[in-house]
């Protein structure tokens, strides 16, 4: 089974995927502003080359971080055309996705829903045996281990330190699931039409 994790950003969105075969793939996706001439653009740039390193992978779940509110309006505001862009690329292609708070993710991976960024690098290369110098690959590995971790738990496949299935717990009740939809017209009403 193969699972794909994404930390989304637009400077370096952070891509770890697990692989059956044990050949995991990870890199960074880099992009600079000058380079697009808008934000959709440099999304959508960002969304098809997620499509065009997964197009031959049979996955079972793409997790990826889910919006947060951060401390400047304008980044927010960018995070959000982005993680949009990101999700609607993925449903289009028919691929399902879960998003995981940034909170779950560092509890999941750390024990701690604070974790900074160097204690998550320490335990991506302690639990996985992965090695990255990049916060954002580092991050994409945390989130895809935690996507196969929901698989798991759903099926009921392993036990989890208690930290972690208090987590999953919390992740079921809050909804988080994504799945690819079709809007049924019929179903519409408009006045005057």
Request: hydrophobic content about 40%; overall charge neutral.
């Amino acid at each position: 089974m193969n699972f794909l994790g994404l930390d989304l950003s637009f400077t370096a969105t952070g891509f770890y995927l697990i692989k059956e075969d044990g050949n995991n793939v990870s890199f960074e996706i880099n992009t600079k502003p000058h380079e697009y001439p808008d934000d959709l653009s440099r999304s959508e740039h960002i969304a098809e080359y997620i499509i065009s390193q997964i197009k031959d992978v049979p996955l079972e779940f793409i997790a990826i971080e889910d919006y947060f509110a951060g401390q400047q309006a304008s980044s927010v505001l960018k995070l959000a055309i982005l993680g949009t862009v990101i999700r609607c690329v993925l449903l289009k292609h028919g691929y399902p996705y879960i998003a995981f708070s940034p909170t779950q993710i560092k509890k999941f991976e750390t024990g701690s829903g604070i974790a900074p960024k160097d204690t998550m690098l320490k335990s991506v290369f302690k639990k996985h045996g992965f090695d990255t110098m990049s916060n954002n690959v580092a991050d994409a590995c945390a989130i895809a281990y935690m996507g196969k971790g929901y698989y798991e738990w759903k099926q009921g496949k392993r036990d989890f330190l208690k930290y972690e299935a208090e987590v999953l717990k919390n992740a079921i009740k809050d909804r988080i699931i994504v799945y690819p939809y079709t809007i049924d017209l019929s179903k519409i009403h408009t006045k005057g039409v």
